[in-house]
């Protein structure tokens, strides 16, 4: 066999990643987006390139020997983004998966590593491929060598072979590095020689082959100045030349046999792409043993006459539906496990029995169940109304410990020591696959359910009680879940028509912004390809390229921002590309989704995020942009159900800055909310010195930004990027900010602290958050985890006031019978249909109530306002 090594340059395709793939975040905040793009590419490389040995280079550290030559050498170099460097652990964690090794040595960088084994390789008769995003490495091509550059975004390839470097820059590969050491190389901080760029560089080696020959030779070199140039500049064009050129015999303890490439443990890489959220990449892997173990059998009974005696004052009861969406799935079949006897019970015998119906709806039979909310909507759905629900596994796993909390039961009962369940995949499949099979075959799966769930009530509220949560449980998340039944089953109503039309208006709108693109470009082309738009932006038309990287012109929104004021096109493309989203998006999307009844029913995640928070699926409301005044329009198709009614938002001000001041203790904070200052405006004086006139819109912006910025933990990097302003300048920003606010720099050193010491952080209602990565030895995972114990007891207990305020407006509405319901949660806010003669009650109850939720030593603020549609009602 044909022996072939890939070699893997891993800092240049990490970075290359993290840079073009937006910031993808998985359920644990954790930044994912270099680890997803490298993982992509990998995945692609292992395909496609069948190696028989492998390896992953990375540099050891910012040091190498040749500083020793110039001190300067990649000088210059912004630091690593924290959203970057806590990846790393991540990707050597995905090599370990994948049984692929990788190797860094101090004073050398991974491209002499990568150098050093392809010569190896070469002399050992391999076939060799490199891959990296730095063309350094092409100088490295050969007969045996191919060196493959990431172009465009991370799996858009150039390969590099002699005769492709012939061809592009008429230089054999050696040459590369005599024109690296003339051109010079500003990533690197190479400097060549001044004045003398790509071209000259080419036409000069053409002449002189190398930069030793061109040197001894300067009198034959035509152009005054460029003599001068290169006469003055000898030393520096050699330096820089020697700066580029890679070594290939570092003294390093690794055999060509001990990269040989055996293939991934496929449980490991499953686990740990569920542990990113890589969701799409599962789908392309083999599920783990584990996953598909066939549980211990259960002793059941199949019950077809349903009395009395079969149903006890404490039971568990589970409810199967084997599609996510509930609204629309068929319910398979129940479990009830009552007294020691298990037992399944068929749809037909369920619906068709009095005695099931007269027990469901009977308070006083308290029933355990696995996710209250599903288990109502599904009865509800064949006119039953289940009462007396007293336990639900799902969310109390999921306050035990919100890190891990999968929706799927088997995998529920496995993180509490009951591992013999199969998965429903395994039982029902997947997707185009998922079915019904023999009643056998579920009838024992639902059983196995039912059983684990009853042993697993007692464990789980013992868990409850001994981290003082019982509490927050039953007074909390237990009634939420009812109340986002109800939400659920309520659904908003939608005008239908009025979506069609705003998606005609959007598409008039799209036709007319292409043909004034098409006039401003004098050509037409396909706007929504980077390739020929950068063609027509930075060619075309001549604009100055801002991010023209090793993989070509990049035309991301940010970049179109910032070339806003050199050409009125820019704009046009800008709300090109925002219109095209709001219509394939939400236009489309949301047409997709109405019901008979045009109304949609969306779907509340209640056991999903880690601060506590609520999301919106199938579709997200929660997500519908309304910084755009069309994307603001779209919610003028949610509109009351009744013509005599209105829609009535309430929304918390600033929910989570008053928390950070409750929580902090910070005088100077909570002195503002207390005078109701603007909280923005008195960031700016304080940090800035001035009076109030003083502060003008920047000033303010920029105060905003560092308020909500410190919620959320964010780094120097993180600022920089929201204000345009430099790293320095932002971490100036930042200082000055926690100098002024003494309270909120203590709290987030003694949250570390606490982290440290207990391993976890509590919202104010006692929500739990675990932080195993605040002790980590890495520097990077450490990092991240003090950001989020700063900003985790701050999100989560913005997202607990909310709840409460939604339990406590339900009952303040049930106990005055008023015909008000509560249709949406949208983060802060509460959405309501309100008859229009209850309107003055409600203008003064919710905001009452909401104020009242949880009380804090600053005021909570609420806003309200309604009208005849979501639109109208802000």
């Known amino acids: ?165 012939q061809e592009k820059y008429s230089l054999t590969p050696e040459q590369i590095i005599d024109m690296k050491g003339l051109m010079g190389d500003s990533s690197d901080n190479i400097p060549g020689v001044p004045g003398v760029g790509e071209k000259t560089a080419i036409k000069l080696l053409k002449q002189f082959e190398s930069v030793e020959q061109l040197l001894g030779s300067i009198d034959e070199v035509s152009g005054k100045k460029l003599k001068e140039k290169l006469e003055e500049h000898k030393e520096l064009a050699l330096m820089s030349k020697q700066l580029a050129t890679i070594l290939r015999e570092v003294p390093m303890d690794v055999s060509l046999n001990s990269l040989e490439y055996e293939g991934p443990n496929n449980d490991q890489v499953y686990e740990l792409f569920k542990d990113l959220g890589f969701n799409s990449l599962l789908d392309k892997l ?59 019970i068929s749809v037909e015998a ?117 981290n003082q949560q019982l509490k927050l449980f039953y007074d909390l998340e237990l009634p939420l879940a009812l109340i986002l039944a109800d939400m659920e089953s309520e659904g908003v109503q939608v005008d239908v028509d009025r979506l069609k039309q705003m998606g005609d208006e959007l598409k008039q709108q799209l036709s007319v912004l292409e043909q004034t693109i098409y006039q401003l470009a004098g050509t037409e082309f396909n706007i929504n390809s980077p390739k020929q738009l950068g063609t027509i932006l930075f060619e075309k038309l001549g604009l100055p390229p801002i991010k023209k990287t090793k993989t070509g012109y990049s035309t991301s929104a940010d970049v179109l921002e910032k070339l806003a004021p050199s050409h009125e096109i820019v704009e046009h493309i800008l709300h090109y590309r925002q219109l095209g989203k709001l219509q394939s998006t939400y236009i489309e999307g949301l047409l997709k989704v109405v019901s008979d009844n045009n109304k949609i029913h969306t779907r509340f995640n209640q056991a999903l995020t880690q601060t506590g928070r609520l999301s919106s699926t199938e579709p997200n409301l929660q997500n519908i942009p309304i910084r755009l005044e069309e994307g603001r329009k779209i919610r003028q198709a949610f509109v009351p159900t009744k013509s005599d009614s209105v829609i009535f938002a309430a929304d918390y001000s600033q929910i989570e800055l008053r928390v950070l001041a409750h929580i902090a203790n910070d005088e100077k904070l909570i002195e503002a909310f207390l005078q109701g200052l603007d909280i923005h405006t008195a960031t700016a004086m304080d940090v800035f010195h001035v009076s109030k006139e003083e502060v003008d819109g920047n000033m303010r912006r920029q105060a905003k930004a560092v308020n909500f910025g410190i919620v959320y933990g964010i780094s120097d990097y993180g600022l920089s990027q929201n204000l345009g302003i430099t790293r320095k300048e932002a971490a100036d920003f930042i200082e000055r900010y926690l100098t002024t606010y003494p309270g909120v720099k203590e709290y987030m050193d003694s949250i570390i602290r606490e982290a440290k010491e207990k391993g976890y952080v509590t919202t104010l209602l006692q929500r739990r958050r675990y932080i195993p990565e605040i002790t980590s030895r890495n520097f990077n995972l450490r990092g991240f985890g003090e950001r989020t114990a700063m900003n985790t007891p701050i999100q989560g207990s913005a997202a607990d006031i909310i709840k409460k305020a939604m339990i406590d407006v339900a009952e303040r509405l049930d106990k005055e019978k008023l015909q008000s319901k509560l249709l949406l949660q949208v983060h802060d806010e509460l959405i309501f249909e309100v008859p229009k003669e209850e309107i003055e009650i409600m203008s003064k109850l919710v905001p009452e109530v909401m104020e009242q939720a949880v009380p804090l030593k600053v005021p909570l603020k609420v806003d309200f306002s309604y009208g005849a549609t979501w639109y109208d009602a802000k």
């Not at 995003?133 to 091509?141: E, P």
């Not at 568990?316 to 599609?323: G, V």
């Not at 969310?395 to 993180?415: G, Q, T, W």
Request: negative net charge; charged residues 25%; aromatic residues 10%.
């Open 350 to 466: 369920a619906l068709a029995s009095p005695t099931f119906k007269a027990w469901a709806e009977n308070e006083q039979y308290k029933k355990s169940v696995f996710d209250a909310k599903r288990t109502v909507i599904g009865l509800r759905r064949h006119g039953i109304e289940l009462k007396g629900i007293d336990f639900d596994l799902l969310l109390a796993s999921y306050l035990i410990n919100p890190s891990e909390s999968p929706e799927d039961f088997s995998a529920v009962a496995k993180l509490h020591g009951f591992g013999t369940i199969q998965s429903d995949e395994a039982v029902y499949g997947k997707g185009a696959k998922l079915k019904l099979p023999e009643e056998e075959v579920y009838a024992e799966h639902i059983a196995s359910k039912v059983a684990a769930l009853a042993q697993l009530k007692e464990t789980c509220l013992q868990e409850l009680e001994d």
């Open 1 to 165: 066999m044909e022996k072939k090594i890939v070699l893997i340059d891993g800092n240049s395709v990490a970075y290359r990643a993290f840079f073009a793939l937006p910031l993808l975040n998985n359920d644990k905040g954790i930044h994912t987006n270099a680890v997803y793009g490298f993982t992509m590419m990998l995945m692609k490389i292992l395909q496609e390139e069948q190696p028989t040995h492998i390896l992953v280079a990375f540099d050891a550290g910012k040091t190498t020997f040749r500083h020793e030559t110039y001190k300067e050498y990649k000088g210059g170099r912004q630091k690593t983004p924290p959203e970057l460097s806590e990846q790393f652990p991540y990707l050597r964690e995905l090599l370990n998966c994948y049984h692929i090794p990788y190797f860094e040595l101090e004073n050398y960088e991974a491209d002499d590593i990568i150098g050093t084994l392809s010569l190896q390789a070469e002399k050992e008769g391999f076939e060799v491929k490199i891959f990296s995003g730095d063309k350094d490495l092409t100088q490295l091509s050969s007969e045996a060598t191919t060196v493959c550059i990431t172009r465009k975004g991370i799996t858009d390839i150039e390969v590099y072979t002699p005769g492709h470097i």
């Open 286 to 344: 083999d599920r783990p043993a584990d996953e598909m173990v066939a549980h211990e059998s259960v002793d059941y009974n199949i019950e077809t006459e349903l009395d009395e005696q079969l149903f006890n004052s404490q039971s568990s009861f589970y409810l199967e539906m084997i599609t996510d969406n509930y609204h629309h799935a068929d319910i398979a079949g129940f479990g009830l496990a009552a007294e020691n006897k298990i037992s399944y």
